[in-house]
T-cell receptor
Framework: GIQVEQSPPDLILQEGANSTLRCNFS?????LQWFHQNPWGQLINLFY???GTKQNGRLSATTVATERYSLLYISSSQTTDSGVYFC?????????????FGTGTRLKVLA | KAGVTQTPRYLIKTRGQQVTLSCSPI?????VSWYQQTPGQGLQFLFE???????NKGNFPGRFSGRQFSNSRSEMNVSTLELGDSALYLC????????????FGSGTQLSVL
């Protein structure tokens, strides 16, 4: 099956700093999404981005499908950005979802 | 538009019991997926339902089952609970076609004693 690796596993930032999170996957995929899990366990969808670049406020994401990686950029970080960031990939094989999640990057933003 | 609703939020059960968790998807969404999250194994796919049919299943024992109703609400059941079933169970809803976002509920935290 597809392997998904995320780096770094842990990240501590001072408020206002920028960061880049990486997601590598071992095979071609049709779907790729980034999620933020807050301290209460809620998974928030940040981006649906199987290829290309998207931006949403201070967050942006780029997926280079041919090289099998995706990057999530967080600029001017805030304490509310703390939590775990997951990427998830799927091949939509046989017309059904079966997302494979990475192990996540745990981010802590200090005030 | 209301989000994905999971009930209950917390559950405490003892070994050998069974449990049923509920998930109501976003209105209009026909696909519901279930995931188990544990500190050791991370987020793992359980199964996906679309229009009352199970379309895909992960690598979990037969004690884990689910169903979907005509209004797209879904339930998952775990029978003969084991200590290792303690986890956060998350459901996600989507329109069901290829290029769609997944939206997750807040999850059900199950503790097996």
């Amino acid at each position: 099956g597809i392997q998904v690796e995320q780096s770094p596993p842990d990240l501590i930032l001072q408020e206002g700093a920028n960061s880049t999170l990486r997601c590598n996957f071992s095979d071609s995929v049709n779907n790729l999404q980034w999620f933020h899990q807050n301290p209460w366990g809620q998974l928030i969808n940040l981006f649906y981005i199987p290829s290309g670049t998207k931006q949403n406020g201070r967050l942006s994401a780029t997926t280079v499908a041919t090289e099998r990686y995706s990057l999530l950029y967080i600029s001017s970080s805030q304490t509310t950005d703390s939590g775990v960031y997951f990427c998830a990939v799927d091949r939509f094989t046989s017309g059904t979802y079966k997302y494979i999640f990475g192990t996540g990057t745990r981010l802590k933003v200090l005030a | 538009k209301a989000g994905v609703t999971q009930t209950p939020r917390y559950l405490i059960k003892t070994r050998g019991q069974q449990v049923t968790l509920s998930c109501s998807p976003i209105s209009g969404h026909r696909s519901v997926s279930w995931y188990q999250q544990t500190p050791g194994q991370g987020l793992q796919f359980l199964f996906e339902y679309f229009s009352e049919t199970q379309r895909n299943k992960g690598n979990f024992p037969g004690r884990f089952s689910g169903r979907q109703f005509s209004n797209s609400r879904s339930e998952m059941n775990v029978s003969t609970l084991e200590l290792g079933d303690s986890a956060l169970y998350l459901c996600a809803s989507s329109g069901g076609s290829r290029n769609e976002k997944l939206f997750f509920g807040s999850g059900t935290q199950l503790s097996v004693l």
